[in-house]
T-cell receptor, first 114, second 115 residues
Framework: RKEVEQDPGPFNVPEGATVAFNCTYS??????FFWYRQDCRKEPKLLMS???SGNEDGRFTAQLNRASQYISLLIRDSKLSDSATYLC???????????????FGKGTKLSVKP | GAGVSQSPSNKVTEKGKDVELRCDPI?????LYWYRQSLGQGLEFLIY????????KSGLPSDRFSAERTGGSVSTLTIQRTQQEDSAVYLC?????????????FGPGTRLLVL
């Protein structure tokens, strides 16, 4: 089983649609979770961290289910500018410690059409 | 302020040659990471530097790969005797603290092509 798994897509949706990305991770000791966005031929950029209680940032909602080792990202009212690859990222650091090894999923490609 | 910079932006080399890739992290960031991303693949962790601690080299794919960080700032990733499978985008990132919860800021990457 891969450490971080995502549906590769692509997801092709019309403007205004709601789209959901799912991600599963294999290491139950993982402590930190993130969604990064990567535009074509660009570097990844942090979209949002994912907290146990769930968190929302405008049209974006992230949720974490530790019991199922599952992370989600919901985009409402999608825009053309949301077209990108969305990377699920997990840290395997020990609790209370620090470790540099972020594990990236391969990403889910989103294409929003007019 | 200035972000993470990397040079060169593109590098074409012949199989068997050595290459050096450079990363300038954001000023004041103590943590520096190297990743590589092959076409259509996810990011692969290579190495992590944190302050003066020994680097985490667990991601380096072979002994042809090495990296150093001088003065706690600039880092150089060296690939010796390059192979065609080394062709990828090499990304550097930095963050401000040892806690991984801090955001990692990525540079634009170096696109390496080994012929």
């Amino acid at each position: 089983r891969k450490e971080v798994e995502q549906d590769p897509g692509p997801f092709n949706v019309p403007e205004g649609a709601t789209v959901a990305f799912n991600c599963t991770y294999s290491n139950s000791a993982s402590q930190s979770f993130f969604w990064y966005r990567q535009d074509c031929r660009k570097e990844p950029k942090l979209l949002m961290s994912v907290y146990s209680s769930g968190n929302e940032d405008g049209r974006f909602t992230a949720q974490l289910n530790r019991a199922s080792q599952y992370i989600s990202l919901l985009i409402r009212d999608s825009k053309l500018s949301d077209s990108a690859t969305y990377l699920c990222v997990v840290n395997h650091g020990n609790y209370g410690g620090s470790q540099g090894n972020l594990i990236f999923g391969k990403g889910t490609k989103l294409s929003v059409k007019p | 302020g200035a972000g993470v910079s990397q040079s060169p932006s593109n590098k074409v080399t012949e199989k068997g040659k050595d290459v050096e890739l450079r990363c300038d992290p954001i000023s004041g960031h103590t943590a520096l990471y190297w990743y590589r991303q092959s076409l259509g693949q996810g990011l692969e962790f290579l190495i992590y530097f944190q302050g003066n601690s020994a680097p985490d080299k667990s991601g380096l794919p072979s002994d042809r790969f090495s990296a150093e960080r001088t003065g706690g700032s600039v880092s150089t990733l060296t690939i010796q005797r390059t192979q065609q499978e080394d062709s990828a985008v090499y990304l550097c990132a930095s963050s401000s603290d040892s806690e991984i919860q801090e955001t990692q800021y990525f540079g634009p990457g170096t696109r390496l092509l080994v012929l």
